[in-house]
């Protein structure tokens, strides 16, 4: 069996896609990725060892309507190279786990009458997933809440948002002495996303030397991302923060170790990053990334504070006092961080990698297309 894989834009959408691309694997599947090229996907994908094709694609600026034109010549590229390259090595299924990168191979596969799962992570839907949702067999979501955004006729499952397999499972105390933590201190995780955020950057590297002096057992494991670390790094220095326990790095190779080693996670609130709290049970204090088209990361948040499983401050108010005060009470709470952690448990969808994968087989058996393509 042959499966075509396509995600891409950020390691939030390429790192679910990679899961089920190691479920399928293991089934004996033989599995294809499709991304953009020179790109965080293409640097994933390759390191999996993964068979990767890159398609021309790029997104547009809606506050720059000229940008249009240009955005739709390239994927009309995309899409016609995309095209002859599914010819040619027969897939029974195409599946698309969002970004605007899995657009021209999810619009190929539609013209060509393959069967096409999408899967959406977010409470509120993407561009390019409400697209390709129109021409899809099976729609798969992580947030039911997401049903309504959506004009299809597919059928439409609720499986949640896979995760690596190295996640799970790892050590604490191994984890921490890998990542150079050898004491039996608080360790706060802080990151947001493989890019990087920078205004939380700043406003944690300003709080530095006062978080560390109210917690004298503090240690903190800093991601941040790669568009900031040359910037950070001179900041660290600036601010004579030791490195000792405040430990800055670009990206994190080995997350299973991060997030086993945290008493509490700050950061982004992505739908990847969230399934992965919720799955290893982690107390987070959330800052949504505020400039996102639909806002999906608020949504995303909203659920997890309303079940008191996370914290959420607003972006915009990240140099109020109240978010240090909030931040310096959760790590000074462990019965509350417990509950919090508890609580994000209990809302995890531990079986999504199978769910997912098992909807694929079903395609694969499936007589005739559900879902009337089209061009």
């Not at 030791?242 to 430990?247: E, F, G, L, T, V």
């Not at 990053?273 to 088209?293: D, F, H, N, Q, R």
Request: aromatic share 6%; charged share 20%.
């Amino acid at each position: 069996m042959r499966v075509v894989l396509s995600a891409g834009g950020t390691a939030g959408h390429v790192s679910p896609a990679l899961a089920i691309a190691q479920t399928l694997q293991a089934e004996g599947t033989q599995v294809y990725f499709a991304g953009t090229p020179n790109s965080i996907e293409e640097r994933l994908v390759k390191a999996a060892g993964i068979e990767f094709a890159s398609f021309s694609a790029r997104g547009f600026n809606r506050r720059k309507p000229w940008t249009v034109p240009a955005t739709l010549l390239s994927l009309s590229r995309g899409r016609s190279a995309a095209k002859r390259w599914l010819k040619q090595i027969k897939p029974q299924v195409v599946a698309t786990f969002g970004g605007y990168a899995s657009l021209p191979t999810g619009l190929a596969a539609a013209s060509l009458r393959l069967r096409l799962l999408v899967h959406e992570q977010n409470a509120r839907p993407g561009l390019a997933n409400r697209v390709l949702a129109r021409r899809a067999d099976v729609l798969a979501l992580t947030d039911e809440r997401a049903a309504t955004d959506f004009k299809t006729t597919a059928r439409i499952q609720i499986t949640g948002n896979p995760l690596r397999p190295e996640l799970l499972g790892v050590d604490r105390q191994a984890a921490r002495e890998r990542l150079g933590f050898t004491d039996a201190g608080l360790i706060l995780l802080i990151f947001g996303g493989s890019l990087g955020a920078h205004h939380l950057n700043s406003a944690v590297l300003n709080l530095a030397t006062e978080l560390l002096a109210d917690s004298p057992d503090l240690q903190v494991l800093h991601l941040t991302g790669s568009l900031d670390y040359q910037w950070a790094n001179q900041m660290f220095v600036d601010q004579q923060i030791p490195a000792k326990r405040w430990h800055l790095m670009e990206y994190c190779h080995q997350m299973g170790d991060a997030y086993a080693a945290a008493d509490l996670v700050l950061s982004r609130a992505g739908a990847s990053s969230l399934a992965e709290i919720t799955a290893l049970g982690k107390a987070a204090l959330l800052v949504p990334y505020p400039y996102a088209v639909a806002d999906e990361q608020t949504a995303n948040a909203q659920k997890l504070e309303e079940a008191d499983a996370a914290r959420v401050w607003p972006d915009r108010e990240l140099e109020n006092p109240g978010f240090s005060e909030l931040l310096k009470k959760l790590l000074a709470d462990p019965l509350l961080r417990q509950s919090m952690a508890d609580r994000a448990l209990a809302l995890s969808k531990p079986d999504a990698n199978r769910a997912i994968t098992q909807l694929i087989l079903e395609l694969v058996t499936q007589p005739e297309i559900v879902q009337p393509t089209g061009e």
